[in-house]
DNA sequence: TGCGCTCTTGCGATTCAGTCTCAACTGGCG
DNA sequence: CGCCAGTTGAGACTGAATCGCAAGAGCGCA
């Protein structure tokens, strides 16, 4: 876990300090599949070292999510969390809504929908966001046999 | 505003009491056209009457969105935020980043994605929400005047 | 029309996530 | 090796949201 970690190279190449604060918060959302909340982070961090504190990890998620490493959902229950993600281009997201697992899906052609929007409401849309929530394969075989 | 407010007659008609703090919370949410923050519930409902609690607002607020007439936003700057809308089917908002206005757009022909990354992911998608964010006409005219 | 049973309300206390401050620290360059 | 700015951590603080409970108010029924 504390062998080199993507997310610690792109910090390298933005130009941050590698402290050991983020290499903790760095390495516990990369030991994650699904999302993760703050409160998830902090705790993980603190298991693993001497002690990070509150602010700094919301003060490391906020700028991973600047980079683009990590992305914040709102989960349907409102809650806050985050996925860690490619930075590369832009993508969306499926969330478990059982296990809490999250895959990336790429570019979806909302192209030609927000196009349809624009025309219809006059207004010039800058952003979206798309969270799609669902059964992973998973979650869904063992909802298969022993329903929740 | 206390002249008959669709809310209302949904709430009647839900088999729920109508009472002044609700035709109150009813009143505030029908008499804006944008999305609204709890708070700006709980102040309008306040200058309106007698006096409604924090926690009455919260409550109206929750009932209201379980019966589909209010449903919640969260905002790019992650507040939370409702808006009113039609129960009927459904739908989607597009909400001004400037003034905050909103629109509802119908249905917009997600079913096809949907099916591209329920065969992609294997995933099955149960729910999605889509946030479209952008400029009014009205405010995209004032920003060509005097930018912001 | 009046009564009573519940559902609702309102208030205060409480919780809890997230932010801010500030002195101490440390990573990394020279 | 030493310095300086970028970072950190602890805790105080903020403000939104929730909870509990006793008082109050709809609405149905007689």
Redesign the pocket.
Known sequence: MTAENPIITALGRAG???????RAVADAVAGRRGHF???DVLAASRSRG???????V???LELLTGLGLVERVDLPSGD?AYVACEPSIHHHHVVCSRCGRSVEVGELGLGPILARVESATGFRIESHRLELFGLCPECRAAAAERPA
Do not use: D, K, N
């Not at 941050?16 to 983020?22: D, I, N, Q, S, V």
């Not at 001497?50 to 700094?56: N, Q, W, Y």
């Open positions: 941050l300090r590698l402290t050991g604060a983020r909340t703050a409160e001497p002690l990070v504190g509150r602010a700094t919301f003060r490391s806050h």
